[in-house]
């Protein structure tokens, strides 16, 4: 996979999910209101704030041999576009 650039927001709060155990993902959406995705990895050079809704800038590398449970591909942030504090969910 040749390398490629992307604009994802991501979500004020991590999500359960199931990897290889269960886990806390990150949630991002590719598209203004498109379906929230889970991110099983991490975004190389992001510091996730939970309460903040975070729009990114993200290059993706492919990992040559990745292991077989590992991820086929790295993701890097290159640049952050939008930070923006996000009120709780009502009960």
Do not use: K
């Not at 390398?3 to 886990?23: E, F, K, N, Q, S």
């Not at 806390?24 to 099983?40: D, I, V």
Request: aromatic share 8%.
């Amino acid at each position: 996979m040749a390398a490629g650039l992307a604009v994802w927001t991501i979500a004020p709060a991590l999500a359960a999910c199931v990897g290889v155990a269960p886990m806390q993902c990150l949630q991002y959406q590719e598209a203004p209101g498109g379906p929230w995705l889970n991110f099983y990895g991490a975004i190389e050079n992001f510091r996730f704030v939970p309460g903040e809704r975070a729009e990114v800038l993200v290059r993706f590398h492919a990992v040559d041999r990745p292991p077989a449970d590992g991820a086929s591909r790295r993701v890097v942030l290159v640049r952050e576009l939008s930070r923006v504090r996000v009120p709780p969910a009502a009960p």
